[in-house]
Every structure is written in C-alpha cells, then in structure tokens.
C-alpha cells in the first residue's frame, strides 16, 4: 500500500490540470516550442515537449522551461500540420518542470479532432 500512495503523491501532471478544462482530451502530440517576447535571455528558448491534452483552443503540455503567465509561445510539430502561437493561461511549478496550458492567439481549424 506504500507504494501505490507514493505513486498516487507523484501524480501531480498534466491531467491534473486538464481537470480546468472540461472540453480536453487526451492526445500525444509532440511538438517543438519557442518562447517569443519577454525578459532578455529567455525569449527564443526552445524545447521538445508532448502535448498531452488539449481542446479546440488549447493545449496542455508539461516542460522543463520555467514560462509564466501571458508568456507567447510558437508551436510547432514535425510535418509543420500544427504552426501556429499560443499564450500561456495557466502554470503550475512543480520540482523539475513546469505544467502548462496554453491558448491560441489564432483560430486553428481541425487541429483536434474527436470520432
């Protein structure tokens, strides 16, 4: 029993904060990002990440990159079907990375879709 409550501790992820978003579903859609803008020396990091849930406007992922609220972001996966900016709703720190949803500036059409 200790060990399923340790692993139940740790579960602290990305479907933790898809609960904040009802219309989410679970997707594994890896993506590079990159941050525009902001403070000196941290735009234009980049990062190899997965979308893990996302909606017809938003996307949630967990990362490395320490992003704060209103931080603008390119997204982009490998076939370039998926290129479009997003910025960030909502954050959540977490030791060794960061919990993210991020909402799309533009209109993407289709990038979602459920049967």
């Given at each position: 029993?200790?060990?399923?409550?340790?692993r139940?501790?740790q579960?602290?992820?990305?479907?933790?904060?898809?609960?904040?978003?009802?219309?989410?579903?679970?997707?594994?859609?890896?993506?590079?990002?990159?941050?525009?803008?902001?403070?000196?020396?941290?735009?234009?990091?980049?990062?190899?990440?997965v979308?893990?849930?996302g909606?017809?406007r938003?996307?949630l992922?967990?990362?490395?990159?320490?992003?704060?609220?209103?931080d603008?972001?390119?997204?982009?996966n490998?076939?370039g079907?998926l290129?479009?900016?997003?910025?960030?709703v909502?954050v959540?720190?977490?030791?060794?990375?960061?919990?993210?949803?991020?909402?799309?500036?533009?209109s993407?059409?289709?990038?979602?879709v459920?049967?």
């Amino acid at each position: 029993m200790g060990t399923a409550k340790a692993r139940a501790a740790q579960a602290s992820t990305v479907a933790d904060l898809a609960r904040f978003f009802p219309e989410a579903t679970p997707v594994r859609i890896p993506v590079q990002f990159t941050r525009s803008g902001g403070e000196a020396g941290i735009a234009g990091v980049q990062e190899g990440t997965v979308i893990e849930f996302g909606t017809s406007r938003e996307v949630l992922f967990s990362c490395a990159t320490a992003l704060e609220f209103a931080d603008v972001l390119r997204l982009r996966n490998s076939d370039g079907s998926l290129d479009t900016e997003a910025s960030v709703v909502a954050v959540q720190y977490k030791p060794g990375g960061t919990i993210v949803a991020a909402r799309f500036l533009k209109s993407v059409p289709n990038w979602i879709v459920k049967s």
